[in-house]
């Protein structure tokens, strides 16, 4: 009877520890299609910036980034749906953003509602953090000058939006955009294409990729995976649209 009870809590045990893993979301993104020449930034030109790029390569736009494999980075991928009665973690950590060489890095980042993020001045000279959510996002514009050598600023966002835009008036040519979402299951993808949503929740989920030059409004291309003990894969194909 003993040995019955013990195995019947076993069970349970086991059933509960099951039910409760969680699994990473990987897969790559790839490029279709021969993409525009990016444009070069007038960095080099720029009295201030100029300087910073002495003897190195003149920057460009950041628009679609590839690698040899046909690997696009910074294409944000996250759960579209399906945490719908989940319990969802708070946020944890800062994200980083520097303002390097008169240019945002990284350019795309995702952020959890509530998140904070914080931005660093790394150049000698000033920038501004000019913060333009869309109209109806309900997240709040500001815009706040950031001088060489000044603290750290931190914002976070209530409201999820993709992307959320930021730019420095001072460089018409500095922009980033942040990904934001009411969850933590999200990535932006590497040189290579590559991404991992880690420790997501078993169950169905609708994941989308989102690549701000092909998807200018926001709405990217989905796939349903089904989150397992061994995760998921989601690979997308993302296609230089036809102007
Ligand atoms: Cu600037």
Request: hydrophobic share 35%; with cysteine.
């Amino acid at each position: 009877m003993r040995k019955t009870i013990l195995l019947a809590l076993s069970a349970v045990a086991i059933a509960s520890v099951s039910t409760n893993y969680a699994g990473d979301i990987t897969g790559k993104i790839s490029l279709k299609g021969s993409a525009p020449a990016e444009k070069d930034l007038p960095i080099a030109n720029d009295p201030f910036c100029g300087k910073l790029f002495a003897g190195k390569p003149v920057t460009t736009t950041r628009f679609y980034l590839a690698d040899s494999s046909g690997g696009l980075a910074d294409t944000f991928v996250f759960i579209k749906s399906g945490l719908e009665g989940k319990t969802i973690p708070a946020a944890t950590g800062a994200v980083h953003v520097d303002q390097k060489g008169c240019e945002y890095l990284p350019y795309v980042f995702g952020l959890q509602t509530g998140q904070t993020l914080n931005v660093k001045n790394s150049d000698p000279l000033m920038h501004n953090v000019h913060v333009t959510p869309g109209a109806k996002s309900g997240n709040k514009e500001s815009n706040k000058a950031q001088m060489a050598g000044s603290k750290d600023y931190e914002y976070t966002f209530e409201h999820p939006e993709v992307f959320l835009r930021f730019k420095c008036d001072v460089h018409p040519w500095m922009f980033a955009y942040a990904g934001v979402v009411d969850h933590p299951y999200f990535a932006v993808s590497a040189e290579d294409g590559s991404f991992k949503i880690a420790n997501v929740p078993p169950g169905e989920y609708v994941v989308e990729a989102v690549h701000r030059k092909t998807h200018p409004r926001g709405t990217g291309i989905t796939q349903t995976v089904k989150v397992g003990a061994d995760g998921a894969k989601a690979d997308f194909t993302i296609e230089v649209p036809a102007n």
